[in-house]
């Protein structure tokens, strides 16, 4: 099919859509505008030490509640969805023994990572939790002021060191060999010319954290009584029982109580001590320290809470970068990120837009809504903002990308209530969880090529480059594909019956694509920090077309999101210096194969 879109661009040209100067004064950090985000999900990442591996009873306390049945570390190469023999014996479905699970997942296999992360052109690494907790996914902490034992190379030494101290007393908190492990991992980072931000959860903590175990074994008496939202104490004389509220009725999940002031005065100085601790550890400088948090269920804790703690934040590092989870439409979004409380949010809903444009096929939206609601969300919050917005295509919390690709035409993203359950095989035995296909991993590239391109800092999650499939949770959190293990093919349906085999390997084509766009942004600063703006939206082809603009600097990206090939002879504009940045050819027709990708610019670095 022939395009000649001269004429179209012309006729187009009053129309562009220009990332402009905004009103807003920026306020966020330097370093992280632009930077390319890799998450880790730490217990799925690496095993680095096996001689730290978590024992059954470092469960007590986390879902399902069984820390007696037979336990092993699963074998990190096996069959997802394949019961181990130790499971069987507990009698007990996939889904059950999934949360039991550990696969080992340490800081010594971060660290040993490092190098890889470094070779695909990550800048930035955003930690989920990391403080001690009894889950897989640690968001039910016991404290904030120590990594989990398991995590270090000594877990029973680490666990006895802390009995040993005061909670409240933060000038003699001792530091376990987790937490000085942790601190190798700063400096290895930093190393490395990267930054490494913590998951902070201030909404919660689990139901054995050493607050909640002393509230609920004191009741009234307990120096914590005022940490909790506490609904009726036991008392025997009066016929009541201790009742409390859980995150969203989690109740292994204790909420901290609020006032109008926020999170009341003692879980706040615990949190404020906390966030000091890792910021500026043993008071050696901020260079030993993490760059900055992710913050939990950030909506599920008051505005003032966060105003105070940015103050704080900035009063140990300037530079340091806060970004929180939000699910929120734009207007519910803004009061978060108007200067005096986040830098920027898990872009979730620039995730939402690209699905419904990328993802979908029959219920697509079209070239021009898509370019219309990314310049809405790119002009929503200030500059610094934009550039600053974590912009992720799935994440720990929502199916991987390859099976949202691989269920197109389903719920949409964007209705996150209900596609949350959708996407989960658990829920939804007809969503598919097998393994992308060609064509589908041909449209994951173009969607990580549009990724990495954008105005913004892609976020990239763990084992998204190498191939990794799974549906929303727990499937998108399988241990990660390393290419120098060997994996058994996955055959096993949930119910345990079986299927052609989906072979599990690392795809090293799939990789080189992410490494190779993730160096042209390293290298052309008009990706990293340049302006944004549309030349074309040609909504019958499916053809996008866009400039990121710094100084003399450009680079122009075009993009077939159809399924037919495209030709086309280069507007008059883009004379004979724009050259194709991967063949370093001069270009004046451009031939864009289905779901394909040109890039372009008048400097070839």
């Known amino acids: 099919m022939k395009m000649i879109l001269k004429k179209t661009l012309t006729v187009c040209l009053p129309f562009f859509l220009c990332f402009s100067a905004f009103a807003q004064k920026d306020v966020t950090p330097d370093w992280s505008k632009g930077v390319v985000w890799y998450q880790i999900f730490p217990e799925r990442f690496c095993n680095g030490d096996s001689s730290n591996d978590p024992k059954v009873s470092d469960q007590n306390g986390a879902y399902p509640f069984d820390d007696t049945s037979d336990f092993q570390i699963h074998p990190w190469t096996s069959d997802w969805y394949q019961l181990q023999p130790y499971e069987q014996k507990n009698g007990k479905d996939i889904w059950y023994n999934i ?61 006895r060191l802390i009995e040993t ?91 901290f109580k609020e006032d109008s002031t926020g999170i009341v005065a003692g879980p706040k100085r615990y949190i404020f001590d906390a966030t000091k601790r890792w910021m500026n550890p043993m008071n050696k400088g901020i260079a030993y320290g993490i760059d900055g948090w992710r913050l939990d269920v950030a909506f599920c804790v008051g505005h003032p809470f966060w105003k105070d703690w940015r103050k704080w934040v900035k009063s140990i590092n300037p530079q340091a970068y806060m970004t929180a989870e939000l699910v929120y439409p734009i207007e519910e979004t803004k009061p978060y990120l108007e200067g005096d409380e986040f830098d920027a949010t898990m872009n979730y809903n620039f995730a939402f837009i690209v699905h419904d444009f990328f993802v979908q096929d029959t219920t697509g939206i079209s070239v021009t809504q898509f370019d219309a609601r990314l310049k809405e969300l790119r002009d929503a919050f200030g500059e610094g903002v934009a550039l600053n917005m974590q912009n992720l295509v799935d994440s720990h919390d929502a199916t991987r990308i390859g099976s949202a690709i691989a269920n197109a035409d389903g719920k949409r993203f964007g209705d996150w209530g209900e596609y949350f359950g959708y996407s989960q095989k658990g829920t939804n035995e007809n969503y598919n969880a097998r393994k992308p296909t060609s064509n589908q991993l041909q449209k994951q590239k173009l969607i990580a090529a549009f990724q990495i391109l954008y105005l913004g800092s892609p976020m990239i999650y763990y084992g998204d480059e190498c191939g990794m499939w799974g549906s929303n949770d727990p499937d998108c959190r399988k241990p990660m594909v390393w290419n120098d293990k060997k994996y058994e093919p996955e055959t096993n349906n949930p119910d345990q019956t079986k299927h052609n085999r989906d072979k599990v390997v690392f795809n090293k084509d799939l990789f080189n694509w992410y490494k190779k766009f993730i160096y042209l942004r390293n290298q052309y600063q008009a990706i990293k920090a340049g302006n944004y703006t549309t ?12 400039s990121r603009k710094l100084g003399n600097e450009e680079v122009i990206v ?48």
């Open 535 to 546: 030349l074309l939206t040609y909504d019958a082809q499916k053809v996008y077309a866009f």
């Open 99 to 159: 949360q039991r699970r550990r696969y080992g997942g340490d800081l010594q296999g971060v660290i040993d990572k490092l190098d890889y992360l470094q070779s695909l052109g990550v800048n930035a690494i955003y930690m989920n939790p990391l403080f001690w907790s009894p889950s897989s996914h640690k968001y039910d902490a016991l404290c904030y002021h120590h990594i989990d034992p398991t995590f270090g190379p000594d877990p029973e030494g680490d666990k």
């Open 558 to 605: 075009v993009i077939n999101r159809g399924n037919e090939a495209v030709h086309f002879t280069l507007p008059i504009f883009i004379d004979g210096n724009y050259k194709d940045v991967f063949t370093k050819k001069t270009m004046r027709q451009l031939d864009i194969e289905p779901m394909g990708i040109v890039v372009l610019s008048n400097t070839l670095l």
């Open 165 to 255: 101290e005061d909670p409240l007393n933060s000038e003699k908190w001792v530091w376990t060999k987790a937490d000085l492990l942790v601190l190798k991992l700063i400096e290895e980072v930093h190393k490395r010319n990267m930054h490494i931000i913590f998951d902070g959860v201030f909404n919660h903590m689990g139901v054995n954290s050493f607050a909640f175990r002393d509230v609920e074994k004191n009741q009234q008496a307990s120096r914590y009584k005022d940490w909790f939202v506490i609904d009726s104490w036991r008392d025997a004389a009066k016929g009541t029982t201790f009742k409390y509220t859980g995150w969203f009725g989690v109740k292994t999940l204790p909420e």
